[in-house]
């Protein structure tokens, strides 16, 4: 087969058919990236030296360690014990303190996995809201969502910001500081979380107070959707762990002390993470077979599968083909109209993509249209972050939508109703935002 196709044939048939086979989803995302990544490999588009540099990728190895120490944390009970006290004081104020819920799992997915906060705070904020005597459907798809944007507020918050980053220092653009982002994201977690306050309730159809099935469904149904959103089962996370209060302080003492050189630029976040996670293992806050357990492979996979196919991308030339082809007609174009066009586009190809697919698809494009332009590639990067994760139209964008899905007795239209205003409302904060904290 290579002897007859180009490189870059190959690649784009190969390109053509994951993304297609993701849009199909009825293949787990990780397997389908792996697939493409062993055909490049085997048709000589990409030499074995460079399929190990993606798996060794900082990202990765950053996600990995992240992981390790996200888990160390909910192996400890810490995250259960936090989120049960803060239910308990939402019970005794109320539906206000269901929002407070809400808003603090938000802040904590800036620095934390979003699903296993989801996953272990969803049963409460729906058994709560019964006692209230409230609707839980118009709690459960908020905190989804707040998730979600409190994912954008810093480079860790989400495996697309740390993949775009990385995909950008490919191109020989400056690395994103841990917190530069920060004003941008908060920005646009605000106005989210504004629009969810004032208006969700109002748009989610109302069933009997009882909400949706009960909270077995969730374990029934966890993997529903996944296959072209985050991929991998929540299991892992579902049952509650007793507080062991030394290992959870010393668990939160090594995380505070990751993100904290990291942000002063004592060493890379990959650098810094892999010591956190190996210092845990010394201190023995988890044994390694545990930390083995917490590294949720396929996330790991999927993006390594997804980061071989950007390589043969910039390898075969079809990058810079495509790249060419599409900004053409564009450099006379005004740069606020292609900020938006670029994150309209990224937004709308992450709501049937995987995040993982769309940070290796439009970073590349990104900074070449950026060059095109004779603009600072950075405020378009942070565009694609932004937009890579913003996926609320639909229960299956992202994995956290599909956990609540069934869980609040919710149908597709729901998420329409409330997610397809939540797009157009963070586009516009975020390319406003972009604006002021990134200039071009």
């Known amino acids: 087969m290579s002897s007859l196709l180009s490189p870059q044939a190959i690649t784009l048939i190969v390109l053509v058919a994951v993304v297609a086979t993701m849009i199909w989803d009825k293949l787990r995302s990780d397997v389908v990236a792996l697939t493409g990544a062993a055909v490049l490999l085997m048709t000589g588009v990409v030499r074995p030296m460079q399929v190990q540099s993606a798996f060794a990728s900082p990202a990765i190895v950053a996600l990995a360690c992240l992981f390790v120490i996200a888990y160390a944390m909910e192996l400890s009970g810490l ?5 049960r006290r803060l239910v308990g004081l939402c019970r005794r104020i109320g539906k206000a303190g269901l929002w407070i819920v809400i808003a603090v799992a938000g802040a904590a997915s800036a620095f934390l996995n979003n699903t296993p906060i989801v996953v272990l705070t969803a049963p409460m904020v729906r ?3 019964k006692a209230l005597n409230l609707s839980p459907k118009c709690f459960l798809m908020p905190l989804s969502y707040a998730a979600v944007l409190g994912g954008g507020c810093t480079l860790i918050g989400t495996s697309t910001n740390l993949l775009v980053n990385d995909m950008a220092a490919a191109t020989a653009q400056p690395r994103f500081g841990i917190f530069e982002i920060t004003p941008v994201g908060v920005i646009v977690a605000i106005a989210g979380g504004l629009y969810l306050l004032l208006f969700s309730g109002r748009l989610i159809r109302d069933g009997d107070h009882n909400g949706g099935p009960d909270e077995a469904v969730l ?5 529903i959707g996944l296959a072209a959103a985050q991929v991998g089962e929540a299991s892992a996370f579902l ?10 302080l010393v668990s939160l003492a090594v995380f505070v002390a990751v993100v904290a050189l990291a942000a002063m630029n004592v060493a890379p976040i990959a650098a810094c993470a892999f010591a956190g996670a190996v210092l845990l293992i010394l201190l023995r806050v988890v044994t390694a077979d545990e930390a083995y357990s917490g590294l ?6 999927l993006i390594a599968g997804m980061l071989v196919l950007g390589i043969a991308l910039r390898a075969s030339g079809l990058a810079d083909t495509a790249t060419v082809s599409l900004i053409g007609g564009l450099d006379s174009l005004d740069p606020l109209l292609a900020l938006i066009i670029v994150y309209g586009v990224t937004l709308f190809a992450t709501e049937i993509l995987s995040n993982a697919t769309v940070a290796v698809l439009f970073t590349p494009v990104a900074v070449s249209l950026a060059e095109a332009l004779h603009v600072s ?7 694609v972050m932004m937009a890579g994760s913003a996926a609320f139209a639909t229960p299956f964008g992202y994995q956290t939508n599909a956990l609540v899905y069934q869980m609040g007795g919710y149908n597709y239209l729901d998420f329409v109703k409330v997610g397809l ?3 157009l409302i963070t586009w516009v904060a975020a390319v406003f935002a972009i604006q002021i904290y ?3």
Request: no cysteine; proline share 17%; charged share 20%.
């Open 377 to 383: 590639p950075r405020p378009f990067l942070v565009a």
């Open 296 to 301: 949720r492979p396929d996330v790991l996979m």
């Open 438 to 440: 990134f200039p071009f």
């Open 79 to 83: 995250l259960d014990v936090s989120i």
């Open 421 to 423: 205003p939540l797009n």
């Open 219 to 223: 374990g029934r149904h966890q993997d």
């Open 127 to 129: 058994q709560t809201a």
């Open 239 to 248: 049952p509650q762990r007793r507080l062991q209060p030394l290992k959870a």
